[in-house]
């Protein structure tokens, strides 16, 4: 054998080697990529279940019938459906707050974040996630795991709006005696609170939201008073702080 038809015979080994490296490749990327479809499925699958049928029905056959999936890949991705539920919490919830984040974003005012918490509230109600919430957190009661799933998922939350109020309250007489990271847990609870209430008394969520507005209102004002009246709320309010 001739020394050119020995490199071609190398070459030609190469070039097939490196043509079933990429047919390797491909199937093993389309296997990562359909593996991380059905977890997605199963994820939103289980979502729509709760919302939709309540923690009483939501097992790992209605949501696998729900995600169009085979019950199996419940338990081969996830394990059970207690973890499938838990990840499907926190999935949800960085959904809901990626959707949100840039308009947390721009808020300027306390009076705009509890605009923006009416506006979300109806649109969150619309598409089923206020209806999601109060099961997972009937859930949680009794199930230990969903309980620090649910709390991470508003953890998520609260951390947005923290960030919210140190901006907006940042120079105002309020935030020098305000716990923000309290205050945002606070509103966060207060928004939960009256999603749940308002599925038996809507007018008194309504009410709720009216007094949350007054409330922004009042800030509005401190933040509009002169230099000297600041400094004697501000000293008023040491002073109570001290008693």
């Given at each position: 054998m001739s020394a050119d038809t020995g490199r071609q015979g190398v070459g030609q080994e190469s070039e097939r080697d490196t043509k079933?490296?990429?047919?390797?490749?491909?199937?093993?990327?389309?296997?990562?990529?359909?593996k991380h479809d059905t977890k997605v499925k199963l994820l939103e699958g289980a979502l729509r279940?709760?919302?939709?049928?309540?923690?009483?029905?939501?097992?790992?056959?209605?949501?696998?019938?729900t995600a169009g999936v085979n019950q199996a890949?419940?338990?081969?991705?996830f394990g059970s459906v207690d973890e499938l539920l838990a990840a499907a919490?926190?999935?949800?919830?960085e959904q809901r707050v990626a959707r949100y984040r840039s308009r947390l974003e721009g808020i300027g005012s306390l009076a705009e974040l509890l605009a923006?918490?009416?506006?979300?509230?109806?649109?969150?109600?619309?598409?089923?996630?206020?209806?999601?919430?109060?099961?997972?957190?009937?859930?949680?009661?009794?199930?230990p795991r969903l309980a620090l799933a649910t709390a991470a998922g508003l953890r998520l939350w609260t951390d947005e709006i923290e960030k919210v109020l140190g901006r907006v309250l940042e120079?105002?007489?309020?935030?020098?005696?305000?716990?923000?990271?309290?205050l945002?847990?606070?509103?966060?609870a207060s928004f939960v609170g009256i999603e749940l209430y308002e599925g038996v008394d809507e007018e008194g969520a309504a009410c709720a939201f009216d007094a949350l507005?007054?409330?922004?209102?009042?800030?509005?004002?401190?933040?509009?008073?002169?230099?000297?009246?600041?400094?004697?709320?501000?000293?008023?309010?040491?002073?109570?702080?001290?008693?």
């Open positions: 079933q490296d990429v047919k390797r490749d491909t199937k093993q990327d389309v296997k990562r990529d359909t279940t709760l919302a939709e049928q309540g923690i009483a029905k939501t097992s790992a056959r209605s949501i696998a019938a890949l419940v338990f081969y991705h919490c926190h999935h949800g919830a923006f918490g009416r506006d979300m509230h109806v649109k969150e109600r619309e598409a089923g996630q206020v209806a999601f919430l109060g099961q997972l957190l009937a859930a949680a009661q009794t199930q120079g105002s007489p309020v935030a020098e005696f305000t716990d923000t990271v309290g945002a847990r606070a509103v966060s507005d007054q409330l922004a209102v009042l800030a509005a004002v401190f933040d509009e008073l002169g230099p000297l009246a600041q400094r004697a709320i501000r000293h008023r309010l040491r002073r109570t702080a001290r008693s």
